[in-house]
Structures are given as C-alpha cells and as structure tokens.
T-cell receptor, first 113, second 115 residues
C-alpha cells in the first residue's frame, strides 16, 4: 500500500532544472511531504519538506499542488553531484498512533554533462 | 556533531548465529527506525520506535527484533539470521513531533552478509 508514486528514472542536463514529480493522492490533512536523496549506498539525506505552501531552501524548491495530491521537487541548476535516487514520502509524525514510513523505490535521477 | 552511529558497518556471518546491529543517536530524538535496502526494492522499514519502550512493526519485521530501553539506542537483533537477511541496513532518527516528525537523520549503513 504505497503512499507515494514516483517515476523510476529521469535524466537532466547539467545546469538545467530538474523537476521530480511525486504523486500522493491519498495524503491526509496532517501529513507532511518530505524529500530525501541517496547517493550510491550512503544513508539518505534530507532535502526539504512542506505541508501546504511551496518551500525553498539552499538545495531545492518544493511545489505542492493546491489539492496536495502531488508535489514536485525542483533542483534549479542540476550538477553531476545531484545524480542520486530521490525519495518522496509522506509523514504525520509521532503525535498520532503510528509513524510507519514507506519510502518506495524512488526516482533515479541521472544528470549528464 | 549530530549523528547516528551504526555498528558494525560490515559483517559476514553464518546462518543461525545470533547477531546485533547497534544504533545510537546523540540528538535526543524520540523517533528511531530501521530499514533494509535490497537491489530494486528501495528502502523498506523493519521496525520503528516512537519513544522509550514503544516499538512497532514496519513493513518487513519478520526475522528481526528490536528494543528501546533508553532513548539514544535502538539495536536491531537477528536471533537466527538466514541468507535472505543479507542486505544493507540503515538506522535513522528524528525528533518525532512537530513538522510531520522532523527530518530523518540516517546512519552510514551496515552491510550484512549471511552465508
């Protein structure tokens, strides 16, 4: 019972924006959208998160649709170092009875020169 | 430095020989969790803990045990390892409350091979 769906792979030219989509059509009102990435077999690294509004930090921007059923992670100027697997998850946190997380298989982003 | 520390990083063992993978965090996080990663299957949650003495099953708990006797530690126990538990394991922690639980901090991973 996957909570999010992502395309298995994407390509992006170096210097261009990488737009990674995520579908979370069953998201509930108190669930946040989180994005992580994993380079090779290292531990996943946090990128950004949001609830309703669009968010931006030094790494990326997160655009969440008004109905919150999907989101897009934007890497504005992709570099070769951004080649990684990107995971989108939804999470409510321990304030509620369960905090089971489903990462899925993510999107493998390949940035090429 | 804020970190999640796993040990051992690499281990080769034999079927049936009990082993424990330790996980420790120094951020006073309430939430801790274990994942396994296998080729083509992404990250799958084994167990998680929302606080001391509170643990719950993830998606693939069979063959594993955990305990949370103190806040900083969350060991993963394989009572009788089998070859299908050969995998890359990650421990993670987060605040747990607020902002959907906060960002997860992951350890560097433990690569386990069961012969």
């Amino acid at each position: 019972d996957a909570k999010t769906t992502q395309p298995p792979s994407m390509d992006c030219a170096e210097g261009r924006a990488a737009n990674l989509p995520c579908n979370h059509s069953t998201i509930s009102g108190n669930e946040y959208v989180y994005w992580y990435r994993q380079i090779h077999s290292q531990g996943p690294q946090y990128i950004i998160h949001g609830l309703k509004n669009n968010e931006t930090n030094e790494m990326a921007s997160l655009i969440i649709t008004e109905d919150r059923k999907s989101s897009t992670l934007i890497l504005p100027h992709a570099t070769l170092r951004d080649t990684a697997v990107y995971y989108c998850i939804v999470r409510v946190g321990v304030s509620y009875n369960t905090d089971k997380l489903i990462f899925g298989t993510g999107t493998r982003l390949q940035v090429f020169p | 430095e804020a970190q999640v520390t796993q040990n051992p990083r690499y281990l080769i063992t034999v079927t049936g020989k009990k082993l424990t993978v330790t996980c420790s965090q120094n951020m006073n996080h309430e939430y801790m969790s274990w994942y396994r990663q296998d080729p083509g299957l992404g990250l799958r949650q084994i167990y998680y803990s929302m606080n001391v003495e509170v643990t719950d099953k993830g998606d693939v708990p069979e063959g594993y045990k955990v305990s949370r006797k103190e806040k900083r530690n969350f060991p993963l126990i394989l009572e009788s390892p089998s070859p299908n538990q050969t995998s890359l394991y990650f421990c993670a922690s987060s605040l747990g409350v607020g902002q959907g639980g906060g960002e997860l901090f992951f350890g560097e991973g433990s690569r386990l091979t069961v012969l």
